[in-house]
Nanobody
Framework: QVQLVESGGTLVQAGGSVRLSCVASGSIFRINVMGWYRQAPGKQRELVAQITRGGSTNYADSVKGRFTISRDNAKNTVYLQMNNLKPEDAGVYYC??????????WGQGTQVTVSS
């Protein structure tokens, strides 16, 4: 099973930008859809962006136009560029395949805090 390590989370002011990275221990080329998920305090984890092996993307309405997901299959890395951040974007961000292969497939996530 591929291990995933997320990084790039930080404290940022509202309106700012952050780029998250997710490095896989193995090849992600065979994984058709990769996604970025967000878990805000007291809320369920939600899928905010996804990308297919071929580069097609889809976004939750709440982040559309502000977030951009990309993947580099050669580097086994998935990115999430987040612009014009809002306080409601705060949470722990995880990457994973979509659909999620199992409860033990999650990495440690990376924390994004947005100050108003």
């Amino acid at each position: 099973q591929v291990q995933l390590v997320e990084s790039g989370g930080t404290l940022v002011q509202a309106g700012g930008s952050v780029r998250l990275s997710c490095v896989a221990s193995g090849s992600i080329f065979r994984i058709n859809v990769m996604g970025w998920y967000r878990q805000a305090p007291g809320k369920q984890r939600e899928l905010v962006a996804q990308i297919t092996r071929g580069g097609s993307t889809n976004y939750a309405d709440s982040v559309k136009g502000r977030f951009t997901i990309s993947r580099d299959n050669a580097k086994n890395t998935v990115y999430l560029q987040m612009n014009n951040l809002k306080p409601e974007d705060a949470g722990v961000y995880y990457c994973n395949a979509f659909p999620v292969p199992g409860v033990d497939s999650w990495g440690q996530g990376t924390q994004v805090t947005v100050s108003s």
